[in-house]
T-cell receptor, first 116, second 119 residues
Framework: AQTVTQSQPEMSVQEAETVTLSCTYDTSESDYYLFWYKQPPSRQMILVIR??????QNATENRFSVNFQKAAKSFSLKISDSQLGDAAMYFC?????????????FGKGTSLLVTP | NAGVMQNPRHLVRRRGQEARLRCSPM?????VYWYRQLPEEGLKFMVYLQKENIIDESGMPKERFSAEFPKEGPSILRIQQVVRGDSAAYFC?????????????????FGPGTRLTVL
């Protein structure tokens, strides 16, 4: 079974600064997907960024980027120029690569506080 | 194109009652996933369904829980004889069928969740 670990229950960042959220995972698969989801107080799950394991290049979406270290099984999220609206729970997730579609396996989350 | 819809958004039940949670996937989506989020926890996979078929129910408790996705109508997650430990947020996600030969990842789109409170 795949496990996803987020070792930071809470993080704090000042507005306009940069913060990095960590995530490690355990798998014996070679092909898989990794994700970061944001869950604001509304509880809606919002996909922030996705990384395919076969791609060496780190994914980037505007102010959000990842540092994917496949050998170390590490997948951290960097948020640049933090904004008040970035405050939320952030979940790292893993999914096997499958033609049938497979469930997402989530970490326990990191609560991000953004201070003015 | 409306997103994934779940109803009710909030559901209160007394111990021993039944809870029925509904999920209408996005138009054209034939895959449905149910997840449960306990307080202070991440989402945990429960069951994966395609139209009229349960594909993977490895995360579903063996007793009292069942799920269906009929040919017509929404997917239903049913919890019989609820207990206080069933209090949680239940999320549904849907994805389109994967096109044979396509490398496009079939993203899961989440609904807003149903918060179940058992008194």
């Amino acid at each position: 079974a795949q496990t996803v670990t987020q070792s930071q229950p809470e993080m704090s960042v000042q507005e306009a600064e940069t913060v990095t959220l960590s995530c490690t995972y355990d798998t014996s698969e070679s092909d898989y997907y990794l994700f970061w989801y944001k869950q604001p107080p509304s509880r809606q799950m919002i996909l922030v960024i996705r990384q395919e394991a076969y791609k060496q290049q780190n994914a980037t979406e505007n102010r959000f980027s990842v540092n994917f270290q496949k050998a170390a099984k590490s997948f951290s999220l960097k948020i640049s120029d933090s904004q008040l609206g970035d405050a939320a729970m952030y979940f790292c997730a893993y999914r096997r690569d499958s033609n049938s579609g497979y469930a997402l396996n989530f970490g326990k989350g990191t609560s991000l506080l953004v201070t003015p | 194109n409306a997103g994934v819809m779940q109803n009710p958004r909030h559901l209160v039940r007394r111990r021993g009652q039944e809870a029925r949670l509904r999920c209408s996937p996005m138009k054209g989506h034939s895959h449905v996933y149910w997840y449960r989020q306990l307080p202070e926890e991440g989402l945990k996979f429960m069951v994966y369904l395609q139209k009229e078929n349960i594909i993977d129910e490895s995360g579903m408790p063996k007793e009292r829980f069942s799920a269906e996705f009929p040919k017509e109508g929404p997917s239903i997650l049913r919890i019989q004889q609820v207990v206080r430990g069933d209090s949680a947020a239940y999320f549904c996600a849907s994805s389109p069928p994967k096109v044979a030969g396509s490398l496009t990842y079939n993203e899961q789109f989440f609904g807003p969740g149903t918060r179940l409170t058992v008194l």
